[in-house]
Every structure is written in C-alpha cells, then in structure tokens.
C-alpha cells in the first residue's frame, strides 16, 4: 500500500498526459511555452484572482512574495511554529525574523488569539517592524483569514496565504489561493495538486505585484531577459510541467471529492482512542493529510507497519525545534498547542485512488 499513489493516478490519466507531454517534446518551447500561460490562465480562473504566476516550486513561490513586499532585514513576520520548514525558512532568507505563532488545538492552524499577542509584544519590545503574516492552509484546511483579515488590517500588515497544501480548499465558497495581498502554491508531487517534479505559483489580485513577480522570477527582466532592471532570479515553471498540470487540472475536482469522501469514511468509521481532523463550519479542506491526535502514537504507528500499511508524522518538529531556528531562543513551553501536537500527531493515507480493499484493511487495523 502507498501513502499517496502517484502511480494509480498515472495510470488513471496516462493517455492524456503522456500525449500532452508529446506536444511539447515536438513543438520544443521547453522553457516558457504555450502551455505555461496556458496553465496560468486556467489557475486564476479556478481559483478566481486576477493574476496566476507560475514559479519553479513552492519555496520559491514564498520567496518571490516577499521580494514583491520588500521584507528585509529588521522586520519581523508572523508564522505559525507547526508548518513545514519554507515557510519560515524563506521568511529568514530575506534576513526578517519569523516571529513564531501557536496554532489552534482544533484546526492545527495559525491562532489569530496568539498571532495578536505576539504582534502586541513586537510592538512593545520596539527592536522590529512588524511587516507580515504568513498563514498556512495545513494538511488541506485553510486557515482563519477572515480573522487574519481582520488582524492584517488593524495593524496594516501584509497578509501571505501559503496555500502549498491548501489548493482545492476553500471558506464560504472563496478558494484557497483568494486569500491575502499574496498566495502562493506548491505542485510538489505529493501535494493535493502536483505535477511530476518540482513547481509552484503565486496568485493576487494587485497588477502591480503581477508585473513584479514575473520579473523577479526572470532575472528582474525589463523588455525582455537580455534588459534587467532589477535582481531577480531564475524561477520558472517547466513547459512539460504545465502541460502536465492542465491535465491533471482538468480531473481535480473529481479527485478532491474522492479525498472528502476517503476522509469522511475514516471518520465514520475508525473507531480508535484518537482526535479527529475538525472542518469548521462554511470550511472545505482538500484534504492533503488526514491527520490524528493520539497519546499512543506511538502504538497505532506500530500497529499499521505491522500490517505493511504507511503512516507519517507531519511535523515531528516545529520551527522553534529546528536547529536552524535556535539562534531565536524560544522553548516548547512559548507554544504549549503546536509542541503537543508535534509529539502527538500522526497522518493517514490519503489520496484519491483508494480501492476498498486498502481502506478496509486500514479501518479493520
Ligand atoms: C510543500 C510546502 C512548501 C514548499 O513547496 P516546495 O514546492 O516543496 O518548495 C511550502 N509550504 C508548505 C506549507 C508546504 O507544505
């Protein structure tokens, strides 16, 4: 059993891609070709932005966000600590400090109650500028913007919604990818929508962000890549990539049911001494994890290797726990949610070609 299986999809889309990945290996535009503005074009309107700019992963989806809003050294933003390590890691490659955030005991998302106290403290303390919020939409869920929203506004911070694992997601019929001055994506293989390598994407709203981003992400060209009018890198989509993704763009939002509805059969029916995951009202998930909270994570863990089915844990360590992060000092008592639910959550396999025999043998164990 896998825990996702990119091969069922495959097979499932095979002849689709594999002729869509032939177009381009004979019209030979490998880089920037028809199918990336392609892709951009169906992206903004699924999401329902402006602006769709693709990028060569999620990391660098984040980074280019922040080079449009200018965080630079001496500013401080806001991160919950529970996330994977790019979110905060491209905060502190601008030379910002991520200023950590505890997450909700019940969404695992950023809490708005302790993002205003620690925005309160920055404050007070007067050393940074406080400047942004990067909220992530975790294992599927997005989070509470309309009360980042709120936060972002009462303190005019710039709001980044990292919708890496939230595509597909949305709150009162606004997608994931809608929410914040800026969101960006990730098309790494195992997320809700991958591709078959590395990928990304940043959405707004604004032009003028737009018009930064697909600068940036070309060496901060001007006219053209020959004229550059400010530093930038080198951050593009694969044209294969994107001819990749518009076909599997094509079956998502078939796939994302079948994930709501694996998801609703586990919590249906398992019947463990463990928390289930919790969607709030108005809220949809995309389900990119389906995560429990259990004491004896360790014993369910053992159980399901036993009988050859994987399980993961998504995140063993926060930020405040990574070495790369010491040098900020915090402890596991700063962040009491996000450091019990490090040693304490495990995740489910989760995708959308689950046969029922596979599901059976996950209920049964
Ligand atoms: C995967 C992920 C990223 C980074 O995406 P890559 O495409 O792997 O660079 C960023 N943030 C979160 C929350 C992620 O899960």
Redesign the pocket.
């Known amino acids: 059993m896998q825990f996702i299986d990119l091969k069922a999809q495959y097979q499932y889309l095979k002849e689709n891609i594999d002729k869509r990945i032939h177009t381009v290996l004979e019209h030979g535009k490998y880089i920037m070709g028809p199918e990336v503005q392609e892709l951009e074009e169906k992206l903004a309107s699924y999401v329902g932005v402006k602006h769709c700019i693709t990028c060569a ?3 660098d989806a ?1 980074t280019l966000s922040m080079m449009v809003l200018e965080i630079q050294e001496g500013d401080a933003v806001f991160c919950p600590t529970f ?2 390590f ?2 905060a890691e491209t905060i502190a490659f601008q030379k910002a400090t991520p200023v950590f955030v505890d997450s909700d005991e019940q969404t695992f998302n950023i809490c708005p109650i302790d993002l205003e106290k620690r925005i309160e403290q920055v404050i007070s303390e007067g050393k940074l500028k406080p400047k942004a919020i990067v909220a ?1 939409d975790l294992f599927g869920l997005p989070a509470n913007y309309p009360e980042l929203e709120r936060i972002a506004k009462k303190y005019k911070l710039k709001l980044i919604e ?1 919708a ?2 939230g595509f597909g997601g949305e709150i009162e019929g606004r997608r994931a990818g809608s929410f914040g001055d800026i969101a960006t994506t ?1 098309f ?1 293989p195992a ?1 809700p929508l991958g591709c078959y390598g ?1 990928g ?1 994407a940043i959405f707004t709203n604004n032009d003028e962000y737009a018009q930064l981003l697909r600068s940036y992400r070309v060496h901060g060209k001007g006219k053209d890549k020959y004229d550059n009018v400010r530093i930038g890198v080198n951050s593009r989509l694969d044209t294969i990539q994107a001819a990749i993704l518009i076909e599997k763009l094509e079956e998502f939002p078939a796939e994302l049911k079948a994930r709501g509805g694996l998801a609703s059969k586990y919590t249906q029916l398992i019947t463990l001494d463990v928390k289930k995951p919790y969607t709030p009202n108005g809220y949809v998930s995309s389900w990119a994890q389906y995560t429990l909270i259990s004491q004896n994570r360790d014993i369910h863990m053992e159980a399901y290797k036993n009988k050859s089915i994987p399980t993961m844990v998504y995140y063993g360590t926060c930020m405040h726990q990574q070495t790369a992060f010491s040098y900020l000092g915090y402890s596991d008592s700063d962040f009491p949610i996000a450091s019990m639910l490090s040693a304490s959550v495990f995740s489910l396999p989760m995708h959308p070609y689950m046969n029922d025999d596979s599901l059976n043998k996950i209920i049964e164990t």
């Open positions: 992963n999620g990391t984040l996330t994977f790019a979110t992530v990292d890496a694992q990730s790494f997320k590395d990304g």
